[in-house]
């Protein structure tokens, strides 16, 4: 008689909806913002259940630049009337403080708030009404454009609470000059409606008053470790507990979700380690906590961390798309696996961004997820901001997004317990699988599109052969070397899995803090939108110059280039070497 054997059980298969939900509610008792002494309530609670599900845990307490948002009036008087309208407003982190006094300017209304649209604020520094979030592309552009103050109308029913600085993490002194330097203000679509109204029917006068506390305070990160048993590797889980009001879905979601997954990996077999990075700083010092970890761990986490799975904002309610989390391509053949085994949808991807905590790319690490799951366009709980933003592709993550509605009805726990899994399979694949499951030849190809889609008009002044002879090298070396993992996936062996692994850790190295920074491996860039591979920035304006101006360009962009193919011939340097290594050890 042949005895059947028994299914080996699914990483995922005892997470628990019903703790989820009571670490999330245990969270959300309290408002976290940075620096609080209810933050730090927070923290310690966290640090409890990671040493109950056997972590080893260690606080850490630095400085850090955090602005908190504090009371904020206007009002609006039309000329000639003498009506004086006041509206509901709130000020955001990092704004210009005015003080007790408020500021007065004619008001301007400048659309989407797109650099062409705020020239409306010349002459004489108006104070210009656009329309949508409250976020440092648009506060970075009225003050160039030399507005006086900046007031956004959001098309939610309940205004969000925005940072408006670009500066990543704490300044340095040459970052304090792209501080802001003028008060910022929201306004909620109620009353928003109103005040467009009044603007664009004519002359109106802005009175704008914002109060925010800006300044140093002392502010947690708290690190969970789970011991590897075979590499004296990691993988790094990481997410925010700082929060605004009671943050249930933001972050608290996510808080639980960090939680469940160190439960359910404490007690699996890990070929590398899991390390659980809990960060403050995020909503209120633009990303400071991970910042200063990625400053004052630099080597450590270049030598030691094989990747960087971020998680925030999960289990929203209605949120069912899980196709556009962010996933470099090396990492999204995971997410994707995991996403079909548990949802039977297909996982998309989108470019890594500079939001939401994504401190380790100079650092090289490779990374995936971020915000997992959004509503669709159509859903109830859809945000109208997120959806005009997205050109109507998503709701986002709901109306309620940093605001005092952020509460635990906002969480569905079979969602909630959904994106859970997720990450449970995926953190789980990287502590696991001893060769590590990164797909640089989707990577390579990925860089060969994008060379080759860059203006041809910019070959007048470079060569542009020269860096798609370099891709397609590279695109041919990861192709190899995938082949010769093929096996080894299959079948470890010791030796050769270690000198694989540090191959593909060197290819990361080598390829990603080129692909997605312009200041390099040791700074952060500022937290504007940026397109895929920004030193490129300089090549595709080239296509578009002439004269002086393209001369002058070309020299950046000669030095631009010569990045990128350096970048290129190491990580094609270290694949060939790495295949040959490996086929060598196979006779």
Known sequence: ??????????????????????????????????????????????????????????????????????????????????????????????????????????????????????????????????????????????????????????????????????????????????LPRI????????????????????????????????????????????????????????????????GA????????????????LAGVRRYRGVRFAFWSGHSHGRYSGSTWYADHFWHELADRCVVHVNIDSVGGRHAVINRHAWAMPETRAVADRVIRALVGERFEGGRVGRAGDQSFLGVGLPSLLMSLSEQPADSPDASRDFNIRTGGATGGLGWWWHTTDDLPDKIDPQLLLRDAKIYVGVVHAFATEPVLPLDYAATARDWLATLRNLPRAAGRHLDLRAPLADARRLVEATATLERVLRPLRERPRRRAVRAANAALMAIGRALIPVGYTRRGRFDHDPALEQRDIPLLASVRALGGASGDAAKHLAVRAQRDLNAIRLALQQAADVAEAAARELRRARR
């Not at 609470?161 to 500066?167: D, F, K, L, Y």
């Not at 467009?196 to 008053?209: F, N, Q, S, T």
């Not at 879905?249 to 359910?264: F, I, P, Y």
Request: glycine share 10%; net charge negative.
């Open 183 to 246: 008060p910022v203000v929201s306004v909620a679509a109620e009353h928003g409606d109103r005040l467009r109204d009044l603007v664009k029917g004519g002359a109106v006068w802005l009175h704008l008053r914002t109060q925010v506390d800006t300044g140093w305070r002392r502010t947690p990160i708290l690190i969970g470790e789970l011991d590897g048993e075979v590499e004296d590797t990691f993988v790094m889980m990481a997410g925010h507990v700082d929060s605004w009001y009671r």
């Open 249 to 264: 879905m933001d972050n608290g979601g996510a808080n639980a979700t960090m939680l469940e997954v160190a439960r359910a």
């Open 1 to 178: 008689m042949r005895v059947r054997r028994a299914a080996t059980p699914a990483p995922w298969d005892h997470v628990s909806a019903t703790r989820l939900m009571a670490d999330l509610e245990a969270l959300a008792q309290w408002a976290r913002l940075s620096g609080t002494p209810e933050e730090l309530k927070a923290f310690k609670y966290v640090r409890r259940q990671l040493q109950a599900a056997g972590c080893k845990t260690t606080l850490i307490m630095h400085d850090a630049y955090i602005s908190l948002p504090g009371p904020a009036a206007l009002a609006a008087t039309v000329p000639g009337t003498g009506t004086s309208v006041t509206f509901p407003c709130i000020t955001h982190s990092f704004s210009a403080s005015t003080g007790d006094q408020a500021i007065s300017a004619t008001a301007c209304y400048a659309g989407d708030g797109r650099p062409e649209d705020l020239v409306c604020v010349q002459p004489g520094g108006k104070i210009g009404v656009v329309d949508g979030l409250a976020t440092p592309d648009r506060v970075h552009a009225a003050a160039r454009a030399g507005a006086a103050g900046l007031v956004c109308l959001n098309r939610d029913p309940l205004v969000h609470e925005m940072i408006v600085s670009p500066v990543w993490g704490n300044p340095a002194p040459d970052d304090l000059d792209r």
